[in-house]
Each structure stands twice: as structure tokens, then as C-alpha cells.
């Protein structure tokens, strides 16, 4: 009987076999790979803004305090984002003919806020507040990414879940003093000597502390009553 396949089918077929075990794998792979890269998480992405801000310029090279702009950052979950009067309270005497702010001077005259494009932004089923994690001493650069180098305003981390779960799994490692939060943008406008961990803060690098500091976490945790039996349930963040 004559051979029906020619022996390269062979090949095909054993190839085949190993394709439709690689396929299903490559493209989970490169579809994580697509979740977690900056097209997908926007992480040091600048988005398009009405005002080109810069955090750097005016937190660090004027040193006006975090709390000026976002008011309500120790005492609401939502940091807030300036009204334009606020903005105005310094550019009515300074870069009034600045064509830069002419969206800044149009909003004042008008009543219509700035439409800004929002960079941080969590999924509608987590909650977070942000009194809480300030008033514990977790610092502003901790979630957002070294503020104090940003010229332009961009997503500084994932925000993934698991990332959040580094923090609730041991906050320990984390919390700090209170009003360790805005002294660490306070010391840097001054030129005072950095501690390494606020060193790393301010450079947006990972840290991790020593013993003597995990200690002084643990008291933290104790002394702001934070239950961390709780602090992995599910509930906490979804509600």
C-alpha cells in the first residue's frame, strides 16, 4: 500500500502536538506580562492634564505643604484635589500673565472647575482612605511614587492586590511615627540629613528594615490598635 502522509507529516504532527501545549502557556504569559506593564498599569505615565503641575517645583522648591493642596488628606478618605480658588490664592499675585495658567484664570472667572485626568485611581469595589494610612505614618511616597522628583504627576505603583497585601500582612514593616508623613518633605526642602528609610522614600526605592526597626514597628502597630487578625480580611478592602 502506498504511504499516504509524506514523513515531514510525522514532524508536523509531533510539532503540533507541542504547539498546542506552548500556546495556551505563551499567551498567558504575554497576557500577564500586558496586565502588569506600564500600558496596562499606567505607572510612571504622565496623563494629559488642563495645567501642567508640578509636585517637585512646588512641594519641594517652595515648600508648601502637602496639606495646602489636598486639605483633607488626615481627615477623609479622599486626599481631595484643590479648588481652583486654592491655586489662586498664589497665582493672583504670581505668573499673572502666564499663559501657562490662563485654564487656572479661565476656571476662576467662570466657576468651572478644572476637569483634571485623575492618575491614582482604585477599582469602584476597593475602599481606601487615606486619614487612615497618613495618620499611621505611611508615607505619601510609599503608594505614590517620589513625588518630590515628579516634574509631571504620573501613577507611581501597580496598586495591584498583592502589593497592598505586603503592607496588611505585616505593617510592621511600614507604619512610622506620627507626622513622619509631610516631616520627611519638610527635611528634604531644608537639605537636613535623610534617615536610609526616608532616603529610599524619597528616591521611590523599596526598603527593607532592620530589627531594631521592625521592633519599633511592632510597638507602632500595638500603639495605633491595629488588629491584624483583621487586617487581611477581605471585607476591609471590599465593601
Known amino acids: 500500500m502506498a504511504q499516504v502522509f509524506p514523513q515531514a507529516a510525522n514532524s508536523v504532527a ?22 502588569r506593564s506600564p500600558y496596562n498599569t499606567k505607572v510612571d505615565v504622565p496623563l494629559d492634564q488642563p495645567v501642567k503641575f508640578s509636585h517637585a517645583h512646588h ?21 481631595g484635589i484643590p479648588p481652583t480658588h486654592t491655586c489662586m490664592s498664589c ?16 476656571s476662576f ?11 491614582n485611581k482604585l477599582p469602584e469595589f476597593v475602599y481606601f482612605n487615606h486619614a487612615i494610612h ?13 513625588m518630590n522628583q515628579m516634574q509631571l504627576t504620573a501613577k507611581g505603583k501597580t496598586f495591584f492586590m498583592s502589593w497592598c497585601l505586603e503592607c496588611h500582612k505585616a505593617p510592621e514593616k511600614f507604619v512610622r511615627e506620627p507626622g513622619s508623613v509631610f516631616r520627611l518633605y519638610q527635611k528634604i526642602q ?6 536610609p528609610e526616608e532616603q529610599a522614600l524619597a528616591a521611590g526605592r523599596a526598603y527593607t528594615r532592620t530589627g531594631e526597626q521592625l521592633e519599633r514597628g511592632r510597638q507602632l502597630v500595638k500603639q495605633y490598635r ?4 483583621q487586617l487581611t480580611d477581605c471585607w476591609v478592602c471590599h465593601r
Open 59 to 79: 512641594a519641594v522648591e517652595l515648600g508648601i505643604d502637602c496639606r495646602y493642596c489636598h486639605s483633607t488628606v488626615e481627615k477623609s478618605s479622599f486626599a
Open 190 to 195: 531644608s537639605g537636613e540629613t535623610l534617615d
Open 14 to 35: 509531533k510539532l503540533s502536538l507541542v504547539l498546542a501545549v506552548l500556546a495556551p502557556a505563551g499567551l498567558l504569559y504575554t497576557a500577564s506580562a500586558v496586565t
Open 109 to 119: 472667572r467662570t466657576g468651572v472647575p478644572l476637569a483634571w485626568n485623575r492618575v
Open 226 to 229: 491595629i488588629d491584624t487578625d
Open 134 to 146: 497618613v495618620n499611621r505614618g505611611v508615607s505619601c511616597n510609599f503608594c505614590h511614587g517620589a
Open 91 to 106: 497665582h493672583s499675585q504670581i505668573w499673572t500673565n502666564s499663559p501657562l495658567l490662563e485654564p487656572v484664570r479661565e
